[in-house]
């Protein structure tokens, strides 16, 4: 009886190792739909998600962005070199977007991962080397990038501007250039205005537009960012004093295809320079500080203003666009 019953729990565990193995097996080919319901970088991990998926797997990738929010003309080859992995194509097509996961991995894989997937094409190159010759940036420098606008309505915390430098300065006392990526010129008033005050001989330059106080992708964020007491109360003060400009902030999802473009390529520009710096501080609330920690030339030397002591856990499974 004993020797039935195994035999029994055996053939079971057999039928249910095959399910698994046969739901779990490689697809022919994976369809990545880029779209146009969220941020950048937010559906930028999704995609290098699928991406690391069909590189382990040998499976084939397509990158669909026949509705994606930053397409100018060509979608992704608009600002990168093609990333669609061709290996043995078949019938079996499944299609993924944001917010699907295909398989978790630790976020050691996205690092290494990501330097093969992010790759600029020509006139990307071009555009970054013009703007780094122009601000003198082929030396050492030093960066710090605040993301705020539409990110203060629920999901981060406004952080001074001095806790940026002073981390800055606490790292690197004779810190001579900064250059600031973000998208509220009030960062860089604040900073240029500290400077100043701590009497240090410290440049401070900025790409961001003077007339900025924040990106807004989508126009049903504004709801929120108006109504800061309720969905962010440590935020409303500065939301309140700059709500008027934020309203008259035209949203990405409204702007024309060559307004995007540069929107994407200013932010793109910004953001190479941040990779390279020697130093970068940031905190890691949005998705564009964590890929700019994943993708910087010395990890080690990005530091979080909310965590300055310690690092990320590179074995953590999960996915960057939820949080490291």
């Not at 070199?81 to 043995?88: C, G, R």
Request: include cysteine; proline fraction near 2%.
């Amino acid at each position: 009886m004993k020797v039935l019953f195994l035999s029994i729990l055996l053939l079971f565990i057999t039928i249910i190792v095959g399910l698994v193995t046969s739901f779990v097996e490689p697809f022919d080919t994976v369809v990545s739909k880029l779209e146009n319901d969220a941020g950048f970088f937010s559906m930028l991990f999704f995609l290098l998600n699928h991406y690391i998926y069909c590189k382990k797997t040998h499976t084939s990738l397509k990158v669909d962005t026949s509705n994606w929010l930053f397409t100018y003309k060509l979608g992704w080859n608009d600002y990168f070199e093609d990333i669609d992995l061709s290996y043995n194509e078949g019938n079996e097509i499944h299609y993924v977007g944001h917010k699907s996961i295909i398989e978790e991995y630790p976020i050691l894989e996205y690092k290494n991962y990501i330097h093969d997937f992010y790759k600029y094409n020509q006139k990307t190159k071009n555009a970054i080397d013009s703007i780094k010759s122009n601000l003198n940036l082929f030396n050492n420098y030093d960066s710090i990038f605040i993301r705020r606008g539409d990110k203060l309505g629920e999901e981060s915390v406004l952080i001074t501007e001095e806790k940026y430098v002073d981390l800055l300065l606490h790292h690197n006392p004779f810190c001579s250039y900064i250059f600031l990526q973000t998208d509220d010129y009030n960062c860089y008033l604040n900073i240029k205005k500290y400077v100043e005050t701590k009497q240090l001989d410290i440049r401070v330059e900025t790409l961001c537009d003077k007339d900025s106080v924040g990106v807004i992708v989508h126009n049903r964020q504004r709801e929120i960012l108006n109504n800061a007491s309720v969905h962010n109360e440590h935020n409303k003060d500065y939301l309140t004093s700059i709500k008027d400009k934020l309203n008259t902030t035209k949203a990405v999802e409204d702007m024309s295809p060559d307004e995007k473009y540069k929107h994407v390529m200013d932010m793109i520009i910004g953001i190479d320079i941040l990779i390279h710096s020697n130093i970068c501080i940031t905190d890691y609330q949005s998705n564009v500080a964590r890929f700019i920690k994943l993708k910087h030339v010395s990890p080690e030397k990005v530091y979080d203003v909310n965590s300055p002591d310690k690092d990320i856990d590179y074995t953590k499974n999960i996915c960057p666009a939820f949080s490291f």
